[in-house]
């Protein structure tokens, strides 16, 4: 059922992120600054919900009157079947990771691709128009980071996944977006020339493995952009033996940022204050 036709906005605004685990989420951090800096009232808290509690969790969404929530691992897919509209973005990348509620009418979106993109172009690419692009990993990560790329009309788009058939997939899947095409990490050789940029999606490299490389060094073209959705460390290794080559270099920080300033304007119909946000995000980590 629709509760709270019309919000009172005489109550805060109330926010939250919903994971498992969730504990370590720097989502609240931020966006309690992003309020702040804005001079809303209002709340963004942690819920730890379980796999089995969800369908109850996005129903007291509703009930509560929360305005929207973010959603984590692992409930970005299932969550899509718990909410009335889906965004078609979201639809094509198969991942929620907003809700706003509108009136009791929820609906998802998914503003890790786009937060990603806005964060390589303001940070280190303006203009991907044309270029050719190698992305490393097929996952959940990669689709939106692909989806929100094929829309700034890229020259090429190679996929290069451990499971070559997941990225062969991909590519026929989204073959009408753009000029996508799916390869093997053994086949990344013949596709490096001409490369502009080099984005990993994959979660080689993260903390505590910090020695791994998603590709051999010797593969990273000199003088790129190299990209790096891994944020802990700040500086992986892949983005280590890319300096060391002269490229320009991008890691997750933005991405994470840009994610939550999506979804802070789509709750508040607000610009987000990305740099109050960055800031609490770079003061929280280690
Ligand atoms: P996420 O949402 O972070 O993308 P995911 O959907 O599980 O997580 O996807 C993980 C991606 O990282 C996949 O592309 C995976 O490759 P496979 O499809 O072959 O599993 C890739 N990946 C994970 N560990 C890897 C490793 N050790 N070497 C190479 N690729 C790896």
């Given at each position: 059922?629709?509760?709270?036709?019309?919000?009172?906005?005489?109550?805060?605004?109330?926010?939250?992120?919903?994971?498992?685990?969730?504990?370590?989420?720097?989502?609240?951090?931020?966006?309690?600054?992003?309020?702040?800096?804005?001079?809303?009232?209002?709340?963004?808290?942690?819920?730890?919900?379980?796999?089995?509690?969800?369908?109850?969790?996005?129903?007291?969404?509703?009930?509560?009157?929360?305005?929207?929530?973010?959603?984590?691992?692992?409930?970005?897919?299932?969550?899509?079947?718990?909410?009335?509209?889906?965004?078609?973005?979201?639809?094509?990348?198969?991942?929620?990771?907003?809700?706003?509620?509108?009136?009791?009418?929820?609906?998802?979106?998914?503003?890790?691709?786009?937060?990603?993109?806005?964060?390589?172009?303001?940070?280190?690419?303006?203009?991907?128009?044309?270029?050719?692009?190698?992305?490393?990993?097929?996952?959940?990560?990669?689709?939106?980071?692909?989806?929100?790329?094929?829309q700034e009309q890229p020259g090429q788009v190679i996929v290069a996944n451990r499971t070559e058939s997941t990225a062969q997939k991909l590519a026929a899947e989204w073959a009408h977006l753009g000029n996508i095409k799916g390869c093997g990490l053994e086949q990344i050789e013949s596709h490096l020339p001409g490369i502009d940029v080099l984005i990993n999606t994959?979660?080689?490299?993260?903390?505590?493995?910090?020695?791994?490389?998603?590709?051999?060094?010797?593969?990273?073209?000199?003088?790129?952009?190299?990209?790096?959705?891994?944020?802990?460390?700040?500086?992986?290794?892949?983005?280590?033996?890319?300096?060391?080559?002269?490229?320009?270099?991008?890691?997750?920080?933005?991405?994470?940022?840009?994610?939550?300033?999506?979804?802070?304007?789509?709750?508040?119909?607000?610009?987000?204050?990305?740099?109050?946000?960055?800031?609490?995000?770079?003061?929280?980590?280690?």
């Amino acid at each position: 059922g629709k509760t709270n036709p019309e919000r009172d906005h005489n109550l805060p605004l109330l926010l939250g992120v919903m994971g498992d685990p969730i504990i370590q989420s720097k989502s609240p951090t931020m966006h309690t600054a992003a309020l702040q800096a804005s001079g809303l009232r209002g709340s963004y808290l942690p819920f730890h919900v379980k796999r089995g509690d969800l369908r109850q969790a996005i129903l007291g969404i509703r009930a509560l009157g929360f305005r929207g929530v973010n959603v984590t691992v692992p409930h970005k897919v299932e969550v899509m079947d718990y909410i009335d509209e889906i965004d078609e973005g979201a639809r094509y990348i198969g991942a929620v990771n907003t809700i706003v509620n509108d009136g009791g009418l929820l609906k998802g979106y998914n503003t890790d691709g786009m937060g990603y993109i806005r964060s390589l172009k303001d940070e280190v690419v303006p203009d991907l128009a044309g270029r050719k692009v190698l992305v490393i990993g097929a996952g959940g990560a990669a689709r939106g980071i692909i989806y929100a790329l094929l829309q700034e009309q890229p020259g090429q788009v190679i996929v290069a996944n451990r499971t070559e058939s997941t990225a062969q997939k991909l590519a026929a899947e989204w073959a009408h977006l753009g000029n996508i095409k799916g390869c093997g990490l053994e086949q990344i050789e013949s596709h490096l020339p001409g490369i502009d940029v080099l984005i990993n999606t994959t979660s080689v490299g993260m903390y505590p493995r910090t020695a791994e490389m998603p590709i051999a060094p010797d593969y990273i073209p000199e003088g790129i952009v190299v990209s790096d959705l891994i944020y802990n460390p700040l500086q992986t290794e892949l983005l280590r033996q890319a300096k060391q080559r002269g490229c320009t270099v991008h890691n997750g920080v933005g991405m994470f940022v840009y994610q939550g300033a999506y979804a802070f304007e789509y709750w508040t119909g607000q610009p987000a204050p990305i740099e109050a946000m960055k800031a609490a995000v770079l003061a929280s980590l280690d």
